[in-house]
């Protein structure tokens, strides 16, 4: 009955493998791989699969996560095994590597790293190839992990490897990420060069929330050889804003920064944690608002990587990477808002079954984001980007 026609005049391309879907960090753990699962499950439920180009990711090499992280890093990662984290002869790893409770060691680790770092250098191959105008990653957006360290979920930076492959073949590469929380680990990597400007919107409590980084104005090292110096643009923010303050903040400055850096390619993190009710998050956003900054960043008609992220009440990252896909497929205005009967998981959609629940009154929280201090945000950003040329 679903059927979604193949966008007019442009490509786009689905990376996954389904063997990452399986993959379980723990009891308790909030990062649920099967959300990948419920996500694929309602895009072909609305027949969008018919519309893109599907691909099988393979997994990363380890010389291809070697472009960004240590070899022996990556070592441990390889060799490492659930029991080792009791082990006293691997503390002294587990401790400089940062596993621990954010970041277990479960089964099939170094597979599930593998996998998702695959998908994402794999779509940012076709991006240069010109195989792919858009190309989606779901199970990417590990944007805490550094070079030698695993940090808040995040083990491999699958983004920093797709913005190298990008940066074989584009001069400058814009990186946007709209997850609740930082950038951090995608910010540092780029930190000294003037060829990735990365801008993140997130929640800001230098002590309260994770990881307390990206500050209004921690916007590059500013030493006068430094290249890098203003290239990190940061957007903090407050608990609950809402759909429309959150939107004009987004085009605005988004809006600027292209304008101002002129990128080549746009790799766009969609972390879902930042809707409402989100298990982890303090946003109010409802799923259309999410969905309207992936709209806008199409409009620059630019290849365009996208990337998954967080997102810790499955059924929400679901809807909203759904309806994202639609958005990419130029399709959102055929998406029925009741969601199919045909979903194998409609179980999790009830009791209203609709797409776009209000999310934003289901767990209300004031917004502490006063109209003055968003204009202050933007008045900075516009200052910043003096320094920035394209
Ligand atoms: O707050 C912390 C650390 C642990 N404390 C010592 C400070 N960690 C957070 C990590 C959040 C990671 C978000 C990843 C992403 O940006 C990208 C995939 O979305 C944390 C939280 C929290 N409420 O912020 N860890 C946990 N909760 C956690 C809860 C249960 C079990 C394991 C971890
Ligand atoms: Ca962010
Ligand atoms: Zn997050």
Partial sequence: KYRIARPQGYRVSWHANPAVEGHHFGQSHPMKPWRLTLTKQLVMAYGMHHAMDLYLARAATHEEMADFHEQDYLDFLRQVMPGDIDKS??????????????????????????????????????????????????????????????SGFCYVNDIVLGVLQLLRHHPRVMYIDIDVHHGDGVEQAFWSTDR?????????????????????????????????????VNVPLHDGIDDQSYIALYEEIVGACVETYRPGAIVLQCGADS????????????????????????????????????????????RAWAH???????????????????????????????????????????????????????????????????
């Fill in 89 to 150: 002869e691997k503390n002294d790893e587990v401790v400089r590597f940062n596993f621990g409770d954010d970041c277990p060691i479960f089964d099939g680790l170094y597979d599930y790293c593998s996998l998702y770092a695959g998908g994402t250098v794999d779509a940012a191959r076709k991006l240069c190839n010109n195989q792919s105008e858009i190309a989606i990653n779901w199970s990417g957006g590990l944007h805490h992990a550094k070079k030698s360290e695993a």
């Fill in 324 to 390: 994202e896909t639609s958005i990419l497929l130029d399709a959102d205005k055929d998406l029925d808002s009741t969601i199919p009967e045909t979903v194998a998981f409609r179980n999790h959609f009830g009791p209203d079954f609709s797409l776009f629940p209000p999310l934003s009154e289901l767990r209300h929280l004031d917004n502490k984001n006063p109209r003055p201090y968003l204009e202050s945000l933007v008045e900075a950003v516009h200052e910043q980007l003096r320094y920035i040329q394209g």
């Fill in 275 to 318: 809707l409402g009710c989100d298990r982890l998050g303090c946003f109010n956003l409802n799923v259309r608002a999410h969905g309207a900054c992936v709209a806008f960043t199409k409009t620059f008609n630019l290849p365009l990587l996208v990337v998954g992220g967080g997102g810790y009440t499955p059924r929400n990252v679901s």
């Fill in 196 to 232: 990735v400007l990365t801008v993140s919107f997130h929640k800001y409590d230098r002590e309260g929330f994770f990881p307390g980084t990206g500050a209004l104005h921690e916007t590059g090292p500013s030493h006068p050889l430094n290249p890098g110096a203003h290239h990190a």
